[in-house]
Structure formats: structure tokens, C-alpha cells
């Protein structure tokens, strides 16, 4: 395949793509907030798993508690003081450590910041602590580099387009040019609504979803010396071992 133009912009989901935040992040952080507030619920590994079926962590908390029968009223009290435990939980695992980018992810940003490709974020977290969480994976010069950093409170919650629709329009961006990178369905599902081409890369989470409709499927984007774990390659883009660049670029010249 002849050299195509790069995509001019990149989107990154945050959570499972950007790096393995749920299991041992905003799992564990759930679980503090409900020891916090004297409740005996706890979520294991299996039972989060399925709760990841319903995005946002203000409607899981409920989902789950409706699910053990507390009033209405009593979830609406709860709910917000529940968050925003979770959020301050969240927050102190992130400032203690051991939550680091996904193999490949910085490698690509670089490659699109010295490109000219802009780069965007769009995630259904919450902006108490999508900031820092960049700041400490990607490090501040990459963070203040963003385009656009979208979260639960600017848009609808995913499967919901909008939130890439937002994204896109502050980076000025069209869709047909825009590569959305997602590690879920829900996450793919909102990409492809939003007329994105949406390359996966699968997380602990989400190896099992059903990714039919994605123009690219990896387990990671791979590192020099360390190949791409490609899934599903529809278009054969990825020539180099890497999801770089050149393979995303690749990908919109093939519509
Ligand atoms: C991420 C989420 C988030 C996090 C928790 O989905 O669903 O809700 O699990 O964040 P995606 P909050 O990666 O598709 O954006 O508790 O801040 O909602
Ligand atoms: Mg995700």
C-alpha cells in the first residue's frame, strides 16, 4: 500500500486505553468509599466487571445499590457523597503510584504531537480527576499539549456520540479525519456514531466485547522492539510491527 497522508487527529479514550485503570483503581477506590461510609457493600473483581457494562460512576453506584433494593430517595443522597469518596480515593492511588501508561500510548502522542496531528481526550470520567491522572501519565508538557479534554460533565455518557462530537469540534477537526482509539465497545459504539475510524486496543476488561465494527483491533500498540498484538486488522494497515502514525494514516485514506 502506497504512503498515506497521517490522520489529522488523534482521540484517546482514558480508562482501559490510556492505561488499566479500572481492576486496581477505581475498583479499589469504590470499595474505600463504601468502607468509608460504613457500608458493608464490596465489589470484587468479577462482580466490576459485569458493573462496566454501565458507563459512568455515578450510575453504577446506583445500578448496583437499586439492585439491593434501597429506596430511590436513599440512592440520591448516597450517590453523590458516594462518588465523590471514590473520586478523593481515586485520586491519592493516582499520587501514590503504580498507575502507568499503556505500552505504545506516549510513543504515539509524540509521533502525533511532531506531526502537526492534534490530540484530543474523550472519556466518560469525571473531570475531578481526568486532569491529574493525564498529568501523571502523560507527564505536563504532553498534558498542556491537548486540544481538547472532554469529560463526563461536557457530554452524554458513551455509547452516546456526542462526546466525541464535542471533542472534535474543539479541535476543529472532521470526523473523516479523526482516528478515535478505545479499549471498549461502548467506547466504539460512540466513535463510530460520531463517524470516527476507531482503532481497539483491548484491556483487562474488554478482551471478551464485540468489536466487529472497528477498523483496527490490537491488545497493544506496540513499542520498538516489542511488535503490536494485532487482533483484527480488516484494512491490513499495520505494516511496521507498530500501531504508529503512519498505520492510523493508513486507515483514513482507506474509506
Ligand atoms: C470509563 C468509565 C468511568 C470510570 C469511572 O468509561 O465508565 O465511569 O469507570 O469514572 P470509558 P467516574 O473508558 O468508556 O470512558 O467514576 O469518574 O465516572
Ligand atoms: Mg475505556
Request: net charge negative; glycine share 8%.
Amino acid at each position: 500500500m502506497a504512503t498515506s497522508p497521517a490522520p489529522r487527529a488523534l482521540i484517546f479514550d482514558v480508562d482501559g486505553t490510556l492505561a488499566e485503570t479500572e481492576r486496581d483503581g477505581h475498583r479499589v477506590a469504590f470499595n474505600l468509599a463504601f468502607e468509608r461510609l460504613g457500608l458493608p457493600d464490596r465489589w470484587d473483581e468479577e462482580v466490576y466487571g459485569e458493573l462496566l457494562s454501565t458507563p459512568g460512576g455515578k450510575q453504577r453506584l446506583d445500578r448496583h445499590l437499586a439492585g439491593r433494593g434501597m429506596p430511590a430517595d436513599e440512592r440520591a443522597r448516597l450517590v453523590p457523597e458516594l462518588h465523590r469518596l471514590k473520586n478523593e480515593e481515586f485520586l491519592s492511588l493516582i499520587r501514590r503510584g503504580g498507575i502507568e501508561p499503556r505500552r505504545g500510548i506516549l510513543r504515539l502522542i509524540d509521533e502525533a504531537f511532531a506531526a502537526g496531528v492534534r490530540v484530543g481526550i474523550a472519556t466518560t470520567g469525571s473531570r475531578a480527576w481526568v486532569d491529574e491522572l493525564l498529568e501523571v501519565l502523560l507527564g505536563r508538557p504532553r498534558r498542556d499539549r491537548l486540544g481538547a479534554i472532554v469529560t463526563a460533565e461536557d457530554a452524554a455518557y458513551k455509547p452516546d456520540p456526542e462526546i466525541y462530537l464535542v471533542a472534535l469540534a474543539r479541535l476543529r477537526e472532521e470526523p473523516r479525519n479523526a482516528v478515535a482509539i478505545e479499549d471498549s465497545a461502548l467506547g466504539l459504539q460512540a466513535a463510530k456514531a460520531a463517524g470516527l475510524y476507531c482503532a481497539v486496543v483491548r484491556s483487562d476488561y474488554t478482551a471478551d466485547q464485540d468489536f466487529a465494527r472497528a477498523d483496527l483491533v490490537v491488545d497493544d500498540l506496540g513499542d520498538e522492539g516489542k511488535p503490536a498484538r494485532i487482533v483484527c486488522d480488516p484494512h491490513h494497515v499495520v505494516a511496521s510491527g507498530l500501531v504508529d502514525l503512519v498505520t492510523l494514516g493508513r486507515l483514513v485514506a482507506a474509506r
